[in-house]
């Protein structure tokens, strides 16, 4: 049973336009939720964080937005660059129980088309 | 900010041999470390939990026997798959979290693409 969910395998969005990926999950119990990016054969990079008491943050083109009651978030990236292409990956975990490891969605792959 | 190197980065084997991966922490000391597989179009999936100095902790479904695990110093763990099968051929990454951070996010490895033949 998958606790993240990223429902869109994929997504293609022009040069300048606004990409959004979104991101779902089943348990409650979560409440710090990450992004991360990857590019093949490379392990995945942090991108942006947000912890349920937020309903956003921001840094540079990139915002996490989370709406707690739909058990949702996404990840706005505008302008969208050709460089912004890769594999990007929903994480979540829950804060202050110890250093616990994070639970990864299939990841979407985006293709930023100049 | 915080580096995790993983050696190698690829590697081809023979079926019926065995393969040691290893993850360090080049900048700071981590006393936990976390051991994801990634199949092809699929999630990173959390394999075990390796604690310095202390038995890793696996995930349902992972074989200790033959994933083996080995966190003997702050900044060193390896991960030996034993008696490799072609079904082992996966992409193997190691992370970490620095010292002292529990709820900081966690910095990966390159990975290890390992092909079993």
């Known amino acids: 049973d998958q606790q993240v969910k990223q429902n869109s395998p994929s997504l293609s969005v022009q040069e300048g336009r606004i990409s959004i990926l979104n991101c779902d999950y089943t348990n409650s119990m979560f409440d710090y939720f990450l992004w991360y990016k990857k590019y093949p054969a490379e392990g995945p990079t942090f991108l942006i964080s947000i912890s349920s008491i937020k309903d956003k943050n921001e840094d540079g083109r990139f915002t996490v937005f989370l709406n707690k009651s739909a058990k949702h978030l996404s990840l706005h990236i505008v302008p969208s660059q050709p460089g912004d292409s890769a594999v990007y990956f929903c994480a979540a975990s829950v804060l202050n129980s110890g250093n616990t490891p994070l639970v990864f969605g299939k990841g979407t792959r985006l293709s930023v088309i100049a | ?117």
């Open chain 2, 1 to 117: 900010g915080a580096v995790v190197s993983q050696h190698p980065s690829w590697v081809i084997c023979k079926s019926g041999t065995s393969v040691k991966i290893e993850c360090r922490s080049l900048d700071f000391q981590a006393t936990t470390m976390f051991w994801y597989r990634q199949f092809p179009k699929q999630s990173l999936m959390l394999m075990a939990t390796s604690n310095e100095g202390s038995k890793a902790t696996y995930e349902q479904g992972v074989e200790k026997d033959k994933f083996l695990i080995n966190h003997a110093s702050l900044t060193l763990s390896t991960l030996t798959v034993t008696s490799a099968h072609p079904e082992d051929s996966s992409f193997y990454i190691c992370s970490a979290r620095g010292q002292g951070s529990d709820n900081s996010p966690l910095h990966f490895g390159n990975g290890t693409r390992l092909t079993v033949t």
